[in-house]
């Protein structure tokens, strides 16, 4: 079992939709969730970070944590084209390093 | 733009060489964490220098070594480079260790043929 699991898409969602983006994790210590956004050929860049249970909004940005079930999802609203790239979640696990899932390539579609 | 710098930006080396990739962290950052990241997957954790000491190693081999100086930048050292090397190779630095916001710069894509 992968430490931290998503979605593997592609997943593709109509310009206005929301996008809900999963993430599972194995160690139970984990205390820090992190998403991040990639453009093909970028490097990821920061949306979101999650500490406690429940929800945290950021403008069309939704995080959601459930630490009793090891899940952590993002959601999107309002999506546009401009939100296709791939989206990675990371946990910082009981060894104190950052755990990347491999991503899911999320596509808006005009 | 996160304000951590990268050079270079590409690289070609052959097999069996050494290469040495630096990064700058963000102002006021002092911890910088170095990742590997192969075509199609997430970015792997290769270590975490805080305060100019290791601070956490993932599962790599000792010819991936590294130092931070006093003005927190740093360098990625890798010895006896192999094809499976060839990846896009990211630092992020962050205030203090994995439970802080990390902010990654643009990457370095290595290539070994």
């Known amino acids: 079992q992968k430490e931290v699991e998503q979605n593997s898409g592609p997943l593709s969602v109509p310009e206005g939709a929301i996008a809900s983006l999963n993430c599972t994790y194995s160690d139970r210590g984990s205390q820090s969730f992190f998403w991040y956004r990639q453009y093909s050929g970028k490097s990821p860049e920061l949306i979101m970070s999650?500490?406690?249970?429940g929800d945290k909004e950021d403008g069309r940005f939704t995080a959601q944590l459930n630490k009793a079930s090891q899940y952590v999802s993002l959601l999107i609203r309002d999506s546009q084209p401009s939100d296709s790239a791939t989206y990675l979640c990371a946990v910082r696990g009981s060894a104190r390093q950052l755990t990347f899932g491999s991503g899911t390539q999320l596509t808006v579609l005009p | 733009e996160t304000g951590v710098t990268q050079s270079p930006t590409h690289l070609i080396k052959t097999r069996g060489q050494q290469v040495t990739l630096r990064c700058s962290s963000q102002s006021g950052h002092n911890t910088v964490s170095w990742y590997q990241q192969a075509l199609g997957q997430g970015p792997q954790f290769i270590f975490q220098y805080y305060r100019e000491e290791e601070n956490g190693r993932g599962n790599f081999p000792p010819r991936f070594s590294g130092l931070q100086f006093p003005n927190y930048s740093s360098e990625l050292n890798v010895n006896a480079l192999e094809l499976d090397d060839s990846a896009l190779y990211l630092c992020?630095?962050?205030?203090?260790?994995?439970?802080?916001?990390?902010?990654f710069g643009p990457g370095t894509r290595l290539t070994v043929t």
């Open positions: 992020a630095s962050s205030l203090g260790g994995a439970e802080h916001e990390q902010y």
């Open positions: 999650i500490y406690s249970n």
